[in-house]
């Protein structure tokens, strides 16, 4: 059973010591006494919002209290914190920031695995793109693998069926990179023609770059 603290906004005064008033109070028996008089005086107060945290000093403090304010609307008391002692608080503490480093740490690992994952997907997009398009330029087929497999783009890369090198995958992400990168298609865009409009009036020179490039240089 745990201790109980409460939080009052009137003027209370301790009925031990006639200190106040009051902002923690512990009720005995119906009656109000000040922390230090009811012998919680040298807790320390921990606002709720951390649970690991919380739970860390409470299961380290031999004495804690939690410490509730009534709710007038909802008319029910609502815990706002614990009281537990200071040297159980800064274990908490130490063992939390134990945690956060820790997790900071495998963030990092996380990060370079991923790095390293896109990289080697990268370069296998860009052999898939030279072997689809033999005729392609090298730089080329490393940018539009590039600018396919960003992680968290939606791009086509990162589609199952890129992820997967399926050929069809592949052919929309060229032909997508040509479209922007070898015709006027952008500038159609923004002069107010209609994006199928604007394929299909270039589909016959994106064609032509396409079928170059399906044969070796």
Known sequence: MSLVVFESLKQIHCAECRGGPLRRLVREAGVPRCLDCADLGHLVYLPRGDAALTRRAREASSL??????????????????????????AHAERACLA??????????????RRAAEDVRFTA??????LRLFPGCPPERAQAIAAHASVRGSGRVGRTAAGRALDEQAVSVAV?????????EYDALLMSGVPRFTARARLAPLIDAVLDGWRTAA
């Not at 945690?99 to 370079?112: C, G, L, M, N, P």
């Not at 296998?124 to 793109?129: G, L, Q, T």
């Not at 032909?175 to 015709?183: F, G, L, P, Q, S």
């Open 124 to 129: 296998a997009f860009a052999a898939e793109i």
């Open 64 to 89: 804690s209290a939690v410490v509730v304010r009534r709710h007038r609307r909802r008319r029910r008391y609502e815990r706002q914190g614990l009281l537990v002692e200071d040297a159980a608080l």
């Open 99 to 112: 945690d956060a480093e820790a997790r900071a740490r495998r963030r990092e690992r996380d990060r370079a």
């Open 175 to 183: 032909r997508a990179a040509v479209r922007h990168t070898d015709t």
